[in-house]
């Protein structure tokens, strides 16, 4: 299980980063996870706690925001959201496609407590 790892690493940055302000504890984060980046959600929300056991980040609310896969077509411009197996124009159909989001892994804000 990946998420493990990368409820880790998230913790790690998360440590880091209250250490540098002085905080004595995460409150609460809110991660974005594009539908398209490999991280299964429910599994994340498992792990989180696991990582954070023992560190600042224990007991911190974590908050998830989902992105949709976003497309532009290369025929005829438009930007669309098609489910994630099957990247093609919502507009016309073409599968000449540039992915624009959806692969996106990463923190939106830190809540930190701070004496």
Not at 70 to 81: E, K, L, M
Request: charge should be negative; glycine fraction near 8%.
């Amino acid at each position: 299980m990946h998420e493990l790892s990368l409820a880790q690493g998230l913790v790690e940055q998360l440590e880091a980063t209250a250490a540098k302000e002085n905080a004595t504890r995460v409150v609460g984060l809110q991660v974005v996870i594009g539908s398209y980046c490999g991280v299964e959600r429910d599994a994340f929300e498992f792990a989180f706690p696991f990582a954070a056991e023992g560190t600042v980040c224990e007991g911190a609310e974590l908050r998830i925001e989902e992105l949709p896969v976003s497309v532009r077509c290369r025929r005829c411009n438009a930007i669309s959201h098609p489910a994630p197996i099957l990247l093609v124009c919502g507009a016309c159909g073409a599968n000449d496609v540039e992915l624009t989001g959806g692969r996106e892994f990463l923190i939106r804000s830190v809540e930190l407590e701070v004496p």
